[in-house]
C-alpha cells in the first residue's frame, strides 16, 4: 500500500511539475526553454515573452545601427553573422562574429553588447539558464 501511495504522489507531483517546464510521456522527458524576458516584456506570458524579446531585439538593432564610416566609404557590404547568449544573469556574452569584413563585425558586435540586460534570465526545468541565439545583421550601402 506504501508503495502505491508513493507512486500515486510521484505520478501527480510529476504531472503538475511538467506543466510548467516540461512534459513526461513514459520513459522520455521533454524540458521547455523559456526565452529572458526584454525590460518591457514582462507582463507576457508564454509564447508572448519569445515573441516580445524578438521584437525587442529587433527594434534595438535598428535603433541602435550605425554603419561604420570607414566601411560605408570603402563600399563594404555583407552579412555579419553574431551568435551570443543571454547568460544566466540576463546578460550578453558573444560567442562568435562571422561574415563581412573586420569593421562590419565590430559593429555587429557593438550593437548586441548594447543590448539592456534583461529583466528575467532564460530559463530551463525551472532554473536559469543560458539562451543561445544567432542574429544577421545586413549592411548594404545603397550606393
Known sequence: MKKLLFALVFVISTAGMAQEWGTVNKNKVTMKEIAPVW??????????????????????IGKNFRYPPDAYKKNEQGKVIVEFFVNEQGLV???SVSGGSTLLQEEAKRNILAMPKMAKPGMMAGKPRAIKYTVPITFKTGK
Open 93 to 95: 556574452d558573444i560567442k
Open 39 to 60: 525590460p518591457g516584456c514582462e507582463s507576457k506570458s508564454g509564447a508572448g515573452i519569445d515573441a516580445c524579446f524578438k521584437q525587442k531585439l529587433a527594434q534595438h
